[in-house]
């Protein structure tokens, strides 16, 4: 019987991983401060590190000098329930905001800061931390929340009152609309650059749905695996210059799984016959995918046809390429600035670099793997 990877002592204890809105860089919060790492090539940028506290959330503005933190940890830098403006070119905070609750999450973009509560997400005008919208959400302690990073207008989206609910928000539009992605509670989401697309998983983690969020149509429905999982991140490729605008070509996913699936996305707009509801949500768009790049299906998809109650699981898409990850620590998943490259970044320490073939898919392979957490000093002394 194999043993299990011994799992490493840091010499500062690691509370949040996260990309920036490109994925170019990554941010991490440590039990003494934050650092800032550029992906490719991978190299530290800039630590801060503090004497008295931690820090469990830092979200980036892009590449800029302006970053968003929470205090976080057993002795936090800042209290929980407060979100500071941190500008590196001055080495303090700018700016601050209070909540009578504590901060589960933070989403940034050039003209607007998000900030999810349990029970509330609150927006405010970057320029100036006006306060310009207020949404009730039900129970949302993972914080889910994204935000469109794009330069068109913004949208948001966040859990609605009703498990399995989507609020989505289109400021510049002031319109509000509502998708029943899932039966059961909601457990991850995520959004383009754009805004046009929508990801969602179920608590239960094995199905993904890809929405359109001009009118809530069911896109995709893409299969993780048939045990129940929980989902520690998704996320669209084309997040970098003018892919931004662009359609995405794939959705990637981790999960306690130990597994990061990396899925292709359907092009055009040809409307199709009504998906399975079975698990809630509005009617599938039958689109096209490039070929050679199909995500494959299940050997006994033919059953479908005979097995209504059954077609669901067996129509379902797989994933297109896979990585299995040694440890199976959480991890937070990104994509390279080349085709057909996934970036990971896990809770062990260590960030990724891996490759995937855009027209066959199957297994990744790892081209690095850099540890960019210290090690704690082991007894005896030495590394």
Not at 26 to 43: D, I, L, M, Q
Not at 113 to 139: G, I, N, P
Not at 157 to 164: K, M, W, Y
Request: proline letters at 5%; one cysteine or more; charged letters at 20%.
């Amino acid at each position: 019987m194999a043993k299990s990877p011994e799992k490493k002592k840091f010499a500062h204890e690691l509370l949040h991983l996260s990309f920036n809105q490109d994925q170019g860089c990554f941010a991490v919060g440590t039990s003494n401060g934050f650092r800032v790492h550029n992906c490719e090539p991978f190299k530290e940028t800039f630590r801060r590190e503090f004497s008295n506290g931690g820090i469990g959330i830092v979200e980036m503005l892009f590449r800029s000098n302006i970053l968003a933190l929470v205090g976080g940890g057993p002795l936090p830098r800042y209290p929980p329930n407060k979100v500071m403006l941190w500008d590196d070119h001055q080495g303090r905070c700018i700016g601050e905001l209070s909540f009578r609750s504590r901060v589960r999450r933070v989403a940034l973009r050039r003209d607007l800061l998000a900030v999810a509560l349990e029970h509330k997400v609150l927006v405010y005008a970057f320029s100036d931390l006006r306060l310009t919208a207020s949404v009730e959400t039900a129970a949302n302690a993972s914080g889910l929340l994204a935000l469109s990073t794009g330069p068109d207008a913004a949208l948001l989206a966040c859990p609605g009152l009703h498990s399995g609910q989507v609020r989505l928000e289109a400021y510049a539009t002031r319109r509000t609309r509502f998708v029943q992605a899932h039966s059961g509670a909601l457990g991850a989401l995520c959004l383009t650059p754009s805004g046009k697309h929508l990801a969602t998983a179920s608590e239960r983690g094995t199905l993904l749905r890809v929405w359109s969020t001009a009118d809530g149509t069911r896109l995709q429905e893409l299969r993780r695996g048939t045990d129940a999982a929980r989902i520690h991140c998704l996320a669209f490729s084309g997040g970098r210059g003018a892919l931004a605008a662009a359609p995405p070509e794939w959705l990637a996913v981790t999960s306690d799984r130990g597994t990061a699936h990396v899925f292709s996305l359907r092009r055009g707009q040809g409307v199709g016959p009504a998906g399975d509801r079975a698990d809630g949500g509005g009617g599938a768009q039958q689109q096209q995918q490039p070929e050679g790049r199909a995500n494959p299906t299940s050997k006994l998809a033919f059953v479908s046809s005979y097995l209504p109650l059954a077609a669901g699981y067996f129509s379902s898409e797989r994933s297109f390429a896979q990585f299995h990850l040694p440890d199976g620590a959480p991890t937070v998943v990104g994509f390279g600035q080349e085709p057909g490259t996934l970036l990971l970044l896990s809770s062990s320490g260590l960030f990724y670099n891996l490759v995937f073939d855009p027209l066959v898919g199957g297994a990744c392979e790892q081209v690095s793997c850099v540890q960019f957490m210290e090690e704690a000093p082991r007894q005896g002394g030495g590394y």
